[in-house]
């Protein structure tokens, strides 16, 4: 292939991927606004119908529309190019947005839980019919939304943190239908507080696990699926390598991890020689462990330290 056929095929994959990512971020926006006014109509229902798991649901429902609403906001900001002052660019907004919907979430559940107990502790009467109604259209609406975002959500965890608001809001929506047959027709209303506090503990879950990566990321962990000790040695089958020592590998965001270390060469060779050698381990690097980045320093008999961590 021709340097004009590769600059061509290189022009038409970012043409693509800068469409894909604006059709994701109007996908972001469109469940946005569709979450807010489910959050209205489910205002209304609850102060009408007496029903705590459709007034907390609504809470959740606005809650998650800012959430998706920041996701989107983020999702735009994070396209800026890399400047003097931001080298790294800008898309560890995205997972400074998820750290944020991911502890907003918490704080709603805990909010939730406590409204719950103090309705078990003191019932009280839920118009079923009208709960049913309104629970029925917020999950179509709902489901709508998660529909929209469910193929983003596997490529970016800033859109994984919106979906699973979103997919929360539609289990809530599910989980409080039942509890309005059981309302409207057996009149078991301590069942209204139950479905929220069941629902809140799926959340709960889903929302730690979000807080717990965005958090490994923020601290610059090295990824988790990533195997330094196994990189090392893989590295070191390359014949020109003595040793590969003062290795840092963090994830700039979800899904691009960067990989650093040092390397002692077995032999005095010329800058132009490294030159070979790192385009090695960047191919190993990509295609067996997935690493996108990589920054070495080469050495010569000039490091005594060859501990795998400095």
Not at 13 to 39: Q, W
Not at 122 to 140: D, S, W, Y
Not at 172 to 181: E, K, R
Not at 231 to 244: A, F, G
């Amino acid at each position: 292939m021709s340097s004009h056929d590769n600059h061509v095929h290189e022009h038409i994959h970012e043409h693509e991927h800068n469409h894909h990512r604006d059709h994701s971020g109007k996908n972001l926006l469109t469940s946005a606004l569709l979450n807010l006014i489910i959050a209205l109509v489910e205002v209304c229902g609850g102060i009408f119908s007496n029903s705590l798991s459709l007034l907390s649901d609504a809470l959740h429902n606005f809650t998650d529309s800012l959430s998706v609403l920041l996701a989107f906001v983020a999702n735009r900001f994070g396209k800026k190019q890399a400047d003097i002052v931001k080298t790294f660019g800008y898309k560890r907004i995205e997972i400074i947005a998820a750290l944020f919907n991911s502890a907003a979430m918490i704080m709603i559940c805990l909010f939730l839980f406590y409204e719950a107990i103090i309705r078990i502790i003191h019932p009280e009467q839920v118009k079923g019919k009208l709960m049913l109604i309104v629970a029925i259209v917020c999950f179509l609406a709902n489901l709508v939304a998660v529909i929209i975002l469910k193929k983003d959500s596997h490529h970016n965890l800033n859109f994984k943190a919106a979906y699973l608001h979103l997919l929360g809001d539609t289990l809530t929506s599910l989980v409080v239908i039942a509890g309005a047959i059981l309302i409207n027709y057996f009149c078991i209303y301590w069942i209204d507080p139950l479905v929220t506090i069941i629902v809140s503990i799926y959340i709960l879950k889903e929302a730690f696990s979000i807080l717990k990566e965005a958090y490994q990321i923020l601290m610059q962990s090295a990824p988790l699926n990533l195997d330094l000790t196994a990189v090392k040695k893989r590295l070191e089958t390359i014949s020109s390598i003595e040793n590969i020592h003062h290795i840092h590998a963090w994830n700039l965001t979800d899904t691009k991890m960067y990989f650093e270390c040092h390397v002692d060469l077995r032999d005095d060779y010329r800058l132009s020689q490294t030159t070979s050698i790192a385009n090695q381990m960047r191919t190993i690097l990509k295609e067996e462990f997935g690493v996108e980045h990589l920054t070495v320093q080469f050495e010569f008999n000039c490091c005594g330290d060859k501990r795998l961590i400095h």
